[in-house]
């Protein structure tokens, strides 16, 4: 590793108020990755030489990590290590759908409960899917669906918090009225006008982690499906949301049509 990243990566870390001490390494090492300090293909230190180095623990190194490969960040070789990858996540042109109306189905309950609302500042991988710069702020809501008395996805959706223009008007703050019953995406489709593209989902496996594992009643091994949606407002990142599905929810469709 160039001495350069080591210096970067060595420093201690601090989680900042209201936000995980997971998110802080994740930031640092994503920092790293887009400021070219750690080039594509280059092999990411393990985990107990970031925990030494950054002075918290391996399990928050573990679920940092574990972060950066669902949002495509960096790539775990079997027996190996974990790499950055050769090419980073992108934004694409498929049509957008509410989660609500993704894993809900005919004859079917499906709740929304939300678990936070809070503004914090965009980490290095929310911020480009939104439209931002790294450390602006953002809202991050945070929703259990749960389909028939039963939780099976773990939602994370951010959006600026920063004035935007919609339609010809002149930029203002958002005003977006929570009534916990619906995710940001169909609250935000309710109340501007529909936002559903374009826009991308990218679609990964992963492990659930202790932190959400808990939200789902899933032991932190069990693997999930991680659907990473990114949604363009007048031509500009607008939305950004990453679900957890896990395998109790069953088959799952993937609808795409084109833009009218």
């Known amino acids: 590793m160039h001495q350069d990243a080591a210096r970067f990566l060595s420093q201690p870390v601090a989680a900042q108020p209201g936000s995980p001490l997971r998110v802080a390494v994740y930031s640092r090492i994503a920092e790293a990755i887009r400021n070219g300090l750690l080039t594509p293909g280059s092999m990411i230190p393990t985990e107990t030489e970031l925990g030494a180095d950054m002075k918290v623990s391996r399990t928050v190194v573990r679920e940092a990590l574990m972060l950066l490969e669902e949002d495509g960040l960096i790539r775990a070789r079997r027996g190996v290590g974990r790499f950055v990858s050769d090419t980073l996540p992108r934004i694409g042109i498929e049509r957008i759908r509410p989660f609500e109306e993704v894993l809900g189905g005919p004859g079917q309950t499906l709740e929304v409960k939300r678990t936070q609302v809070v503004r ?85 496996l992963s492990q659930v982690g202790p932190s959400r594992a808990k939200l789902l009643d899933l032991r932190p091994s069990d693997p999930v499906l991680v659907l990473t949606q990114f949604v363009r407002h007048a031509n500009r990142p607008f939305y950004l949301a990453k679900c957890l599905v896990s395998a109790r929810a069953g088959h799952l469709s993937v609808m795409q049509s084109l833009q009218s």
């Open 120 to 204: 914090q500042a965009a980490s290095e991988f929310v911020a480009p899917g939104i439209g931002i710069d790294p450390g602006t702020d953002c809202w991050l809501w945070e929703s259990v669906l749960i389909r028939d008395g039963e939780a099976i996805a773990h939602l994370q959706e951010n959006v600026t918090a920063q004035p935007v223009s919609i339609g010809k008007g002149a930029a203002a703050p958002l005003e977006i009225n929570d009534d916990g019953g619906a995710t940001l995406l169909a609250t935000l489709n309710n109340q501007l006008g529909r936002l559903a593209g374009p826009g991308e989902c990218q679609i990964s």
